[in-house]
C-alpha cells in the first residue's frame, strides 16, 4: 500500500537530463537494462589455505560449503574490480556509459578512506555528468546500493544508475585466524538500471519492492578492528562467527516476507531467490524456512567464498548468463551484513 501510493505520487515527476524533459505520466519503475561481473584470476583452494592455517578442506566445506574463492592480484584494488564489472554491465545494457548520472557502488574495502572508490569508477568510464558515492553496509551493501538507486530513480534524481558491489576482502583479513580467513574472497558485480514507466503494478518489470533494517546493537559480533578515527590503521576483519549465524537465518526470513508483503505478493510467484553468499548452511536454512525449494536458490559461495557487497550481483549475473533468470522472472534478493544491516529487493527481470 505505502510503496503504491509512493509510485502515485511519483506519476508526474519530470527528469531533466541532457537538457531534455522527460514527463512520467505513470509510475517509473527502475528496469534492470545490464549485469556485468569481474573475478580475479587467482583462486585459492580450501588446500592451498590449508599450508597456511591449521585448517582442512574438509572441515571449510562442511562448515561454510566453500571449495575456493578468488584472490585479488597485489596490483589489484578495488576500484580496477568495480570498473572492469561496471564496463561488462554497460556493454550489456547496449547504452553509452557516459549518459549514467548516478553511480551507487557498495563497499567496505575501499580505494581509500576518501574521495568515494565511486567518482574513480565514474571518472574511468568518462562520465563528467550527475553524481557518484559510496555506500558502506557491509555484506548488505549492494541491497542498501541498489534501494538508494532506485528511490532516486523513482523520485526524478537520476534517469540511469550504475550499481556496483565491490570488494577485496582478501585486504582486511588476518591470515592467521582460521576462523575467518578461509570464508571471505574478493570481486565485483554490477547493474545498469533505467528509469522506466510502467503500470504500477506487480507485473511491471523493475524494483518492485525493498526493504533495509539495521541494528546497530550486534557492532561488535561482526568488524573490523581498525579505522581512520579510532586506530589509524585500516584493522582486521573479527567476527563472532556463531552469533552471526543465529541472526543471519531470522533476520533474512524476516525481512525478504515483509518485503513481499509491502507488494502483496506471496512467495509462491517468486521464481529465483538470489542471496547474499556468506555460508551454504545459511542459505539452506533461510530457503526451508521460506519453504523455497533447492532449485530456486542461486549459490556461488562453493565457488567465490563471501565476496561481501559483491556476493548477490555476481550470483545474479552468472544466473542470468547462464539462462536461469530470463525476463520477467521475479527475482528476490536478500542479504545481511556486519551491524548488523540485513535487506531484500523484489524485482521483476
Ligand atoms: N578450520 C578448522 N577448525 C576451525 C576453523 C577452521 N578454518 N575455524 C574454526 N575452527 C574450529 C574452532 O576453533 C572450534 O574449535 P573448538 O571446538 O576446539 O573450540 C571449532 O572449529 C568450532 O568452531 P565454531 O566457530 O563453533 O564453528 P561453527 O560450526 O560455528 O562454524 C562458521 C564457524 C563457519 C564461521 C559459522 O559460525 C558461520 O558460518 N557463521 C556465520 C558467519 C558468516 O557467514 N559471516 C559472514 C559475514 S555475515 C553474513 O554475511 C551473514
Redesign the pocket.
Known sequence: MQSRLMLNTFNKLKNKKNNSMTTYNKPVRSVVLGIGSYLPEKIVTNDDLAKI????DE??RE??GIHQRHIAADDEITSDLAIKAAKRAIKDAGIDGTKIDLIVLATSTPDNTFPATATKVQAALGITDGVAFDVQAV?SGFVFALNTADAMIRCGQANKALVIGAETFSRILDWKD??TC??FGDGAGAVVLGAQEGEGTNNDRGILAAKMRSDGKHYDK?YVDGGPSSTQTVGYLR?Q??E??KH?VKNISSVVLETLDLVHMPISQVDWFVP?Q??K??LDGAAKKLKLTRDQVVVTVDRHG?TSAASVPLALDEAVKDGRIKPNDVVLLEA???GFTWGAVLLRW
Open positions: 592455517v591449521d585448517t582442512s572441515w571449510i562448515r561454510s555484506c582460521r576462523s578461509v570464508l561482526l567476527m562467527g556463531p552471526v549465524f543471519a547474499h556468506a555460508n548452511r545459511i563471501n545481511m551484513g556486519g
